[in-house]
C-alpha cells in the first residue's frame, strides 16, 4: 500500500484518532501526584423527558397535562413534598441521600432550538442560539494553555469517534473506545512503519505533516493509556449494559492514575415521541444502575472528592403528552452533578412552573453556560469569560 492511500483508508484521516499537535513523549510523563481535579460529562442523546425523571407529583398540573404518561405518586421515590425520582432511578436514591447529587431544575437558553443537532451543537459550543461555532467549549478550554494542557490524552470521549464539545482549534480530545485495540492497531507492522519513517520535513507539510504528527502522538498515547491502564484491575461491580461498561473504563482510568482531566460518554435513545414509559423508563434503569456503580467506584477508591459528574440532554420534552403515548421536543430540562464535594447537594432550585409556559414549553431558570461558568471557574480553575465568549453567573453548587 502507498503511503497516500494508506493515510486516506486510515482512522486518522475519519476522525476516529483525534488527538491534539503535540510531540512529547507521553512515556516521559509519569502520573505521579496528579493533585488535579476531573471532569466527566455524560450525554444523554435525543433530547431526555425531564419531567418524568424528576417528577413533579406536587403540582396537579403534571396530572392534567400527561393523563396517561404521568408517573403515579404512589411509585415516585420522593426527595421533597414537589419532586422525586421515576422510580426506575431507584439506585441514585443512595447517592442523592450520601449528598453526592446535586439537580438542577429549568436549565435552557434564550432562544431555545428544538432541532436535536442544532440544539446539541449549541450545547457542545456553548454558543448563543443565533451563533455557530466551530470549536467545543471543552476544545476551547484545551486551547486555553490550561495548566498540563499539553498532554495529548487531556481530554478522553468513550467512543469511536469525537465530539463537537471536544474539538477545538489547536488542540482535540482523543477517542478511545477500547485502550487495549487502539495499542493493538498502533503496533501493527505497517502503522509503526509510517510512524518510524517519517521525516522533519514531512512534518513541516501542512496536511500531511499534520496526519504524521496525528500518527506518531496516536502511537504515543495508546502506549501511555495501555500501560498506565493494565496495572489496574478494576474490582467493583457494575451492571451489564454497554454504558456501564464504558463508565467502568472510564473508573479504571481514573483509578489507575491516567493523567486525564476530562472524560466525555453518551448514552441514547431518548427521543421518545411514541410510547414513551417503556423506553424511557428502560433507558433511566441503565443510567441509574450505571452512574450508581460508578460513583460508589470512585468513592472505594478515593478519587469521588477530585472528581465531577455532569450530565446533560439538548432539550426536554413539552409539558403535554402527544396522542401517541410520548412526548415532542421542548425545551428547558433538568441537569445532575454528582462528586463528593457539592457545596449544595439535593435539588438546587425551584420546581419548574407547569403553568406559566412559553408555548407549552418550560421556561428555563438557568442559563446552561451558567453552568459551564460554574464547572471552569470553580472546578477547572480557568476564567469562564474568554471560553464562554461572555460573562455568565456562577451558581453555588461547586
Given at each position: 500500500?502507498?503511503?497516500r492511500?494508506?493515510?486516506?483508508?486510515?482512522a486518522?484521516a475519519?476522525?476516529?484518532?483525534?488527538?491534539p499537535?503535540?510531540?512529547k513523549?507521553l512515556?516521559?510523563?509519569?502520573?505521579?501526584?496528579?493533585?488535579?481535579?476531573?471532569?466527566v460529562?455524560?450525554?444523554?442523546?435525543?433530547?431526555n423527558?425531564?419531567l418524568n425523571t424528576?417528577?413533579?407529583?406536587?403540582?396537579?398540573?403534571?396530572?392534567?397535562?400527561?393523563?396517561?404518561?404521568?408517573v403515579?405518586?404512589?411509585?415516585?421515590?420522593k426527595?421533597?413534598?414537589m419532586?422525586?425520582f421515576?422510580?426506575d432511578?431507584?439506585?441514585?436514591?443512595?447517592?442523592?441521600?450520601?449528598?453526592?447529587?446535586?439537580?438542577?431544575?429549568?436549565v435552557?437558553?434564550?432562544?431555545?432550538d428544538?432541532?436535536?443537532?442544532?440544539?446539541?451543537?449549541?450545547?457542545q459550543?456553548a454558543?448563543?442560539s443565533?451563533e455557530?461555532?466551530?470549536n467545543?467549549?471543552?476544545?476551547?478550554?484545551?486551547?486555553?494553555?490550561c495548566?498540563?494542557?499539553?498532554?495529548p490524552h487531556?481530554?478522553?470521549?468513550?467512543d469511536d469517534?469525537?465530539?463537537?464539545?471536544?474539538?477545538?482549534?489547536?488542540h482535540k480530545?482523543?477517542?478511545v473506545?477500547?485502550?487495549?485495540q487502539?495499542?493493538?492497531?498502533?503496533?501493527?507492522?505497517f502503522f509503526?512503519?509510517?510512524?518510524?519513517?517519517?521525516?522533519?520535513?514531512m512534518?513541516?507539510?501542512?496536511?500531511?505533516?499534520?496526519?504524521?504528527k496525528?500518527?506518531?502522538?496516536?502511537c504515543s498515547?495508546a502506549?501511555?493509556?495501555n500501560?498506565?491502564?493494565?496495572i489496574?484491575?478494576?474490582?467493583?461491580?457494575?451492571?451489564?449494559?454497554?454504558?456501564?461498561n464504558?463508565?467502568k473504563?472510564?473508573?479504571?482510568?481514573?483509578?489507575?492514575?491516567?493523567?486525564?482531566?476530562?472524560?466525555?460518554?453518551?448514552?441514547s435513545?431518548?427521543d421518545t415521541?411514541?410510547?414513551q414509559?417503556g423506553?424511557?423508563?428502560r433507558?433511566?434503569?441503565?443510567?441509574?444502575e450505571?452512574?450508581?456503580?460508578?460513583?460508589?467506584?470512585?468513592?472505594?477508591?478515593?478519587?469521588?472528592?477530585?472528581?465531577?459528574?455532569?450530565t446533560?440532554?439538548?432539550?426536554?420534552?413539552?409539558?403535554?403528552?402527544?396522542?401517541?403515548?410520548?412526548?415532542d421536543?421542548?425545551?428547558?430540562?433538568n441537569?445532575?452533578?454528582f462528586?463528593?464535594?457539592?457545596?449544595?447537594?439535593?435539588?438546587?432550585?425551584?420546581?419548574?412552573?407547569l403553568?406559566?409556559?412559553d408555548?407549552?414549553?418550560?421556561?428555563?431558570q438557568?442559563?446552561?453556560?451558567?453552568v459551564?461558568?460554574?464547572?471552569?471557574?470553580?472546578w477547572?480553575?480557568?476564567?469562564?469569560?474568554?471560553?464562554?465568549?461572555?460573562?455568565?453567573?456562577t451558581?453555588?453548587?461547586?
Open positions: 500500500m502507498k503511503r492511500d494508506f493515510i486516506r483508508n486510515t486518522l475519519s476522525g476516529a484518532l483525534m488527538i499537535s503535540f510531540l513523549p512515556e516521559l510523563m509519569a502520573a505521579g501526584n496528579l493533585g488535579f481535579k476531573r471532569l460529562i455524560i450525554q444523554l442523546s435525543g433530547g423527558d425531564g424528576i417528577v413533579p407529583f406536587g403540582d396537579d398540573s403534571y396530572y392534567k397535562k400527561r393523563p396517561s404518561l404521568s403515579g405518586a404512589s411509585e415516585i421515590i426527595l421533597t413534598d419532586q422525586g421515576n422510580p432511578m431507584a439506585s441514585l436514591k443512595e447517592i442523592y441521600d450520601q449528598g453526592w447529587m446535586s439537580i438542577v431544575n429549568g435552557g437558553y434564550p432562544n431555545p428544538r432541532s436535536h443537532f442544532r440544539s446539541m451543537d449549541i450545547w459550543t454558543s448563543s443565533n455557530y461555532l466551530s467545543g467549549w471543552i476544545g476551547r478550554y484545551l486551547d486555553s494553555n495548566s498540563d494542557c499539553s498532554s487531556t481530554a478522553i470521549e468513550v469517534s469525537l465530539s463537537l464539545a471536544l474539538k477545538g482549534v489547536a480530545g482523543l477517542a473506545k477500547n485502550s487495549q487502539l495499542y493493538r492497531t498502533t503496533r501493527e507492522p509503526r512503519l509510517e510512524a518510524d519513517n517519517a521525516k522533519q520535513n512534518l513541516s507539510e501542512d496536511n500531511l505533516g499534520y496526519l504524521y496525528t500518527m506518531i502522538e496516536t498515547s502506549k501511555y493509556i500501560d498506565t491502564a493494565k489496574y484491575k478494576n474490582t467493583a461491580f457494575y451492571p451489564i449494559s454497554a454504558f456501564a464504558e463508565l473504563t472510564i473508573g479504571t482510568f481514573i483509578n489507575s492514575g491516567l493523567s486525564t482531566k476530562i472524560y466525555y460518554v453518551s448514552l435513545g431518548f415521541h411514541i410510547a414509559k423506553q424511557q423508563n433507558l433511566l434503569k441503565i443510567y441509574s450505571a452512574v450508581s456503580a460508578f460513583i460508589k467506584d470512585l468513592k472505594q477508591a478515593n478519587n469521588l472528592d477530585d472528581t465531577l459528574v455532569m446533560f440532554s439538548e432539550f426536554g420534552r413539552r409539558v403535554a403528552q402527544n396522542a401517541s403515548g410520548g412526548t421536543h421542548g425545551t428547558a430540562n441537569l445532575f452533578l462528586g463528593g464535594k457539592l457545596k449544595k447537594a439535593g435539588i438546587y432550585n425551584n420546581t419548574p412552573d403553568e406559566d409556559l408555548n407549552g414549553d418550560l421556561k428555563y438557568v442559563d446552561f453556560r451558567e459551564y461558568a460554574t464547572v471552569l471557574d470553580k477547572l480553575g480557568v476564567k469562564s469569560e474568554p471560553l464562554l465568549n461572555g460573562q455568565f453567573n451558581l453555588g453548587i461547586i
